[in-house]
């Protein structure tokens, strides 16, 4: 089984959304930015709003971590968690 979580960032010029998928690289979404993170067996996917670091607010695009094929870098508007079962 295999879930997609959608991701739209939402937030001011000092804050980027961190979306982080267990065993990949973190994911810096920025306003506007949105991207989709499939989840499957016991992966855990969490967004975060945080403050934006200097090179994020130096680098237009997000940092894609390599994560996810399809990721269109733009967004993130929830803060949580979701554990589901059955991508990279």
């Not at 961190?18 to 499957?40: A, F, S």
């Not at 992966?43 to 934006?52: D, N």
């Amino acid at each position: 089984m295999t879930t997609i979580v959608k991701v739209q960032a939402h937030c001011n010029e000092k804050t980027e959304v961190r979306v982080t998928k267990t065993g990949y690289e973190p994911i810096t979404l920025l306003d506007g930015q949105e991207t989709e993170v499939t989840v499957e067996d016991d992966r855990l996917v969490r967004i975060q709003e945080i403050p934006r670091s200097t090179v994020a607010a130096d680098d237009p695009e997000p940092s894609s971590g390599g994560e996810e094929e399809g990721s269109s870098g733009t967004g993130d508007a929830a803060v949580g968690e979701a554990q589901e079962t059955a991508t990279a």
